[in-house]
């Protein structure tokens, strides 16, 4: 019942409603009363307040747990006991078969710490094995992390360990760091899954001041790295 159709019952007898708390109740309508005092059936005077506390109007919202490299059983079960949906489940070459890679929400990557709406559809990305088929690495160098994970997942390559070469301030700082070194180098052929680690700093100069590794082969050009106005 809402606080407005309580009113409409209490005020001929000459009481009131009066809203004390609002909480997030998942799968209860927004605005209805959740508890009562007093309780349902007590005799009270006339001219007395009943006070509720209704379910709220705004979707509560959580932040978004780590579940990187857990089971999919395990990532599912921390998400549900949060409110959170796990939609569908999708599969792509890594290194470590079964794992939680990263999972996405509206089609969009999500990071540790977002905050997501209870209820929201969750999809999780888990690791099938190492790929027989393989690529030649291209470089992330000049990347923020963000552009680099989605370079990486276009191209069914994950990023592993990072390494910044100062203390991060906050997450929110993250943004601010770009990858000037990679491990495997660029241009090195690896199977499709193959985790790499990458170096990231907010210091830009550090792009000019070392000097990029790159694996060459027969059938890889350094032209897939540079354009020719870069020379």
């Known amino acids: 019942m809402t606080v ?3 009113d409409s019952i209490l005020n001929p007898n000459e009481l009131q409603v009066e809203v004390i708390d609002s909480i997030f109740m998942f799968g209860k309508k927004p605005g209805i009363i959740i508890e009562q005092n007093p309780a349902p059936n007590s005799n009270i005077k006339k001219g007395r307040k ?3 506390v209704i379910n709220s109007k705004m979707k509560k ?3 978004f747990p780590e579940i990187k490299d857990y089971s999919y059983r395990q990532a599912q079960t921390i998400l549900e006991t949060l409110g959170l949906k796990v939609s569908s489940v999708e599969y792509v070459p890594a290194e470590f078969k079964s794992l939680v890679l ?11 710490g977002q905050e997501l709406e209870v209820g929201t559809n969750v999809v999780l990305v888990v690791g099938q094995g190492i790929s027989e088929e393989k690529i030649f690495l291209p470089s992330f160098r000049g990347l ?18 990072t390494h910044f070469n100062e203390k991060l301030e906050n997450q929110d700082d993250i943004k601010n760091y770009i990858v000037y070194k990679q491990k495997p180098i660029a ?4 199977n499709l899954g193959k985790y790499i680690e990458v170096w990231l700093t907010k210091d830009e100069t550090k792009l000019e001041n070392e000097i990029e590794e790159i694996q060459l082969s027969d059938e890889f050009g350094i032209e897939n790295f540079f354009n020719d106005d870069e020379w």
């Open 61 to 63: 919202k959580i932040p």
């Open 102 to 112: 990263y999972a996405k929400a509206n089609g969009r990557i999500i990071d540790a």
């Open 50 to 52: 009943v006070y509720v």
């Open 187 to 190: 241009g090195t052929e690896v």
């Open 4 to 6: 407005e159709a309580a």
């Open 144 to 161: 923020t992390l963000q552009e680099a994970r989605t370079m990486s997942i276009e191209i069914f390559i994950n990023i592993g360990s």
